[in-house]
């Protein structure tokens, strides 16, 4: 017999009962209720003890706790440290820029440089043809026409539309292209020109590198060099 008809037996005779035959039950019922609350008034949790299971639950949970908080220590002290050495990089980068005043102007010098090949990398947009305007004005207005046609078969009616199309309705797409072709070749004039601006500003930032490398080494030769040895007879206690 499973635990489920057990139960079910137990309710059946249960309600089977008349209130005689429940009386002696539900006197226990209130019996226990009363112990319990009696019980309950008196109990402050001190003589709780835990069984063996739920010691060792009770363990593992404090150890999985103790192994989180080491953990977040840890991670915080990562932390610190990683941003100990950034703020220490940022102070000997300012240091050496504003006790230098050579590095200024090399900085400078280069960051001009990486910003106009930055600039001369940016492609240029290709000129668009006549039939390409015309595609991208009638485009939505195909598709709205017929919802169920496919990319190919809007395509082939943008064609067909195109070699239908008289000389002069087709005029303001030619002319659009005209327009981009002029503004193609003038972007690549002025990316070819910002190139060779970058060329040059590379070539200066170099040569002040080179500059203040030099102008420093004499400096850098007398603070390496050996001191000579002080002389007694100018010792202030004579």
């Known amino acids: 017999m499973t635990q ?4 079910r037996t137990i309710g059946e005779r249960w309600r089977s009962l008349d209130e005689a035959g429940k009386a002696e039950y539900k006197r226990r019922q209130e019996a226990d209720k009363l112990r319990y609350e009696q019980e309950l008034l008196t109990w402050s949790g001190d003589d709780l ?20 908080e080491r953990e977040e220590k840890k991670r915080k ?15 000997r980068s300012l ?3 504003y006790c230098c005043p050579w590095r200024q102007a090399v ?13 001369a990398a940016r492609p240029v947009k290709r000129a668009k043809s006549s039939f390409s305007f015309f ?4 485009g939505a207005k195909l598709q709205e026409e017929n919802p169920d046609a496919s990319s190919a078969a809007i395509t082939k009616l943008k064609n067909k539309q195109w070699k239908q199309m008289p000389d002069e309705e087709k005029l303001p797409y030619v002319e659009a292209e005209a327009a981009d072709k002029q503004r ?14 970058a060329a040059e500003a590379e070539q200066a930032a170099e040569a002040a590198a080179e500059a ?4 420093a080494a004499p400096a850098s030769a007398a603070a390496a060099a050996p001191q000579p040895p002080a002389d007694p007879t100018c010792s202030d206690s004579t």
Do not use: M
Not at 135 to 138: D, R
Not at 186 to 196: D, F, G, I, N, S
Not at 212 to 215: F, P, T
């Open 184 to 197: 193609y070749a003038a972007e690549v004039a002025a990316k070819e020109a910002t190139r060779q601006q």
């Open 95 to 97: 240091a050496q820029e």
């Open 49 to 68: 003890e835990l069984t063996g299971a739920d010691s060792a639950t009770a363990a593992d949970h404090s150890k999985a706790l103790k192994n989180e």
């Open 4 to 7: 489920t008809v057990i139960v």
């Open 77 to 91: 002290r990562e932390a610190e440290k990683v941003r100990f050495i950034s703020l220490l990089s940022a102070a």
């Open 107 to 119: 900085k400078a010098k280069e960051r001009e440089a990486k910003a106009l090949a930055r600039l």
């Open 212 to 215: 203040a490398a030099e102008a």
């Open 135 to 138: 595609s991208a004005a009638v």
